[in-house]
């Protein structure tokens, strides 16, 4: 018949093709949204993967902290250079000139909240060659100080793509997805690993700062990775039937010295092998000890991880340079803090022994609502911030998905199992501030500082077990918990891109009064609000109610504050026309124009246009766009080599087109 409905080779019809791979598909879809809520490590992989690639595309280059001495580190390391290099009082290694170019390109944007980039300028510099490679010493003192162990993969990684030719830049972007993809693949067999507590390890590896730093090239991924290797590795063992083997045994003391060589202060947490019941040891011999005594036992086995500690903690005080003893045309360049000297911080604290709680006691009460935001997510140089109400949603999230969590272990997870995992997440905690007093105050100093959310990723969790023992069987906590997760991503690749690269609009008229401003939190500046919602003075660190012309306020500078009140201008072509003015009240005060490559256009003026009766006298400049200044950055700024006090700012665009 014509009608007949042709068959295909296996005998069936096109219509019934069609139908059977429209089941066939929506079979597959409802097979992986089922996985993704029935099992964690599908969730983690598909969503950790999704939003690990999307913050390394919203990340510039060199933008996660410290990523660029590690990645000077690595670098070295994959050059055959296990140990940094010590030369004229500095701490550091021979780089090619190309990749430091290409590094110092990023340096700018560090620090400055307000300061965008584009995906323009990042695609040109992947595209930047290794043309010089004439090696040239860098300084990266506080990475030296690291073990070899915490750059294995990158090395290798950078050993490969250096090998294969890639360009400096992009050798740092593959590097950073081959990271993200064994963070992923490590996490990932981790949790189908643990026994207990899936979900809650997965929403804790989804957390902002989580999948932010571990997408980098930082020592923190190995850390993390190793640290989450030997919690798993012992949570098998603590809270199911598995018996411990010699092989098993030989594995986790492996995996105990790894984790203690990549960073010193975690080595405590090789006593969570005491969360194993005496009954899960078959009778073996090791290390001619039998496993069957079970205290002395133990204690041996942390014996080998904290003897490898001691030794390489003792190498590091021996490489380290204090900031007085540092190369002085050098010390600014290493970040290394005035008056800091570890080895004289010891000793001061021999002396003051109660200064070793005090001064954690007092740093943690200092930073308490920084160190809050930056474990759930304060990403790039601590500049990209997500909004508060987020935080505490993610905090709400760990809470509640350990509520649901717990019902699956109440009967296998005993008190002194808890007690053991809040004493070493809470030793762990207080050897990290101590660290950071060591490391970045200086000698005597009132408290620690410096301690950043990112230190503390593989330690709460041990904190928030050990404190929450509530069980409740609700899959209503699941859904909110990973919805929760899954909206506190999203919303930190929104702040990732407002941050970097969301460009305000060019407006033709911009004022500033100075009688609106707001101290920014995280940068310690002081912004003033203009007539444009997305447009911001900042730097404005001095709003002073001595002097103003029109309002109460305006802004102050002087020989130490000389610099400020700075306006960023955007998208400006060939052709525009900026006309920037200020009025000023005071002697020694310019006004200035330039552009983002390090100033290297620029234009100023310090004479008065114009005069008013009350001494106040209008600073006014004009400058043309050209078409080798197209899409960089113009600031607008003043400078004062005495006292003086600005108002009533105002930059004016003409538009080419």
């Not at 995996?255 to 078959?282: D, G, H, N, W």
């Not at 350990?402 to 030793?427: E, P, T």
């Not at 004009?622 to 080599?641: A, C, P, Q, R």
Request: with cysteine; hydrophobic share 45%; proline share 4%.
């Amino acid at each position: 018949m014509k009608k007949e409905i042709r068959k295909t080779k296996n005998g069936v019809g096109q219509k019934g093709l069609k139908k059977y791979s429209f089941s066939s598909f929506l079979f597959f879809l409802f097979s992986v949204a089922y996985s993704l809520f029935t099992k964690p490590q599908s969730f983690f992989l598909i969503v950790g993967f999704f939003f690990g690639l999307t913050f390394l595309i919203l990340t510039p280059p060199f933008q996660t902290p410290d990523e660029v001495n590690h990645f000077y580190r690595a670098y070295d390391i994959a050059n055959g250079n296990f140990s940094p290099t010590k030369k004229d009082n500095r701490l550091g290694g021979y780089m090619p000139k190309s990749l430091i170019e290409a590094a110092n390109k990023n340096f700018d944007i560090r620090f400055e909240p307000y300061l965008r980039t584009s995906f323009k300028n990042v695609s040109e510099q992947l595209r930047m060659k290794l043309v010089d490679a004439t090696p040239e010493f860098v300084d990266y003192p506080n990475t030296a100080l690291y073990s070899p162990i915490s750059y294995l993969p990158q090395v290798f990684f950078i050993f490969v793509f250096k090998s294969l030719g890639f360009r400096p830049v992009m050798l740092l972007m593959l590097t950073r997805l081959m990271m993200l993809c064994v963070w992923l693949m490590v996490v990932y067999r981790t949790i189908k690993l643990l026994p207990v507590f899936k979900w809650f390890f997965t929403i804790c590896a989804l957390l902002p700062m989580s999948v932010f730093i571990n997408m980098s090239v930082s020592a923190d991924v190995v850390t993390n990775i190793l640290g989450l290797l030997w919690i798993g590795n012992v949570f098998s063992f603590a809270f199911s039937e598995r018996k411990m083997s010699a092989k098993n045994l030989s594995y986790l003391l492996v995996l105990a010295l790894l984790f203690a060589s990549a960073k010193y202060v975690y080595t405590p947490m090789v006593c969570l092998i005491f969360l194993i019941p005496r009954e899960r040891f078959q009778t073996i011999n090791f290390l001619n000890l039998k496993f069957k005594r079970f205290a002395f036992s133990r204690f041996a086995f942390c014996l080998l991880p904290f003897a490898l500690c001691l030794i390489l903690s003792r190498y590091a005080s021996i490489i380290t340079i204090s900031h007085d003893n540092y190369n002085p045309k050098y010390v600014g360049a290493s970040e290394i803090p005035n008056g800091v000297d570890m080895k004289a911080q010891i000793a001061f604290l021999k002396s003051h022994p109660q200064k070793l709680f005090d001064a954690v006691y007092d740093g943690v009460a200092q930073i308490y609502l920084p160190l809050q935001d930056s474990y759930i997510g304060t990403l790039g140089w601590l500049d990209v911030r997500i909004p508060e109400s987020l935080i505490y949603l993610g905090y709400l999230c760990l809470f509640f998905i350990l509520l649901f969590d717990n019902s699956s272990a109440r009967l296998k997870i005993k008190l002194w199992q808890r007690v053991i995992m809040l004493l070493m997440g809470s030793i762990v905690f207080y050897l990290i501030c101590l660290s950071q007093y060591l490391s970045w105050v200086p000698v005597g100093g009132s408290h620690s500082y410096g301690m950043q959310g990112r230190y503390f990723i593989i330690v709460m969790p041990l904190i928030f077990l050990g404190l929450i023992p509530t069980y409740l069987n609700q899959r209503l906590l699941l859904f909110f918990s990973l919805s929760a997760s899954v909206l506190l991503l999203a919303s930190s690749a929104k702040c990732l891109y407002n941050r970097y690269f969301f460009i305000p609009k060019k407006y033709a008229e911009i004022t500033c009064d100075f009688e609106n401003s707001f101290l920014d939190a995280y940068s310690g500046e002081v912004c003033c609000k203009t007539n444009h919602e997305d447009v911001l003075a900042t730097r404005t660190n001095k709003i002073s109610d001595n002097k103003s012309r029109s309002g109460k306020y305006a802004c102050k500078l002087d020989t130490i504050k000389s610099r400020g009140v700075i306006f960023r201008l955007y998208n400006c072509v060939a052709g525009d026309t900026i006309t920037s003015e200020v009025w000023t009240y005071g002697t020694g005060a310019s006004l200035w124009i330039a552009l983002n490559e390090y100033n290297n256009f620029h234009v100023s003026a310090n004479k008065f246009a114009e005069t008013d009766a009350n001494g106040w006298g209008k600073l006014k400049l004009t400058f043309v766009i050209d078409k080798k200044m197209e899409n960089l950055v113009v600031k607008t700024y003043v400078e004062s080599k005495e006292t003086s006090y600005f108002d009533d700012f105002k930059i004016i665009v003409h538009s080419a087109k």
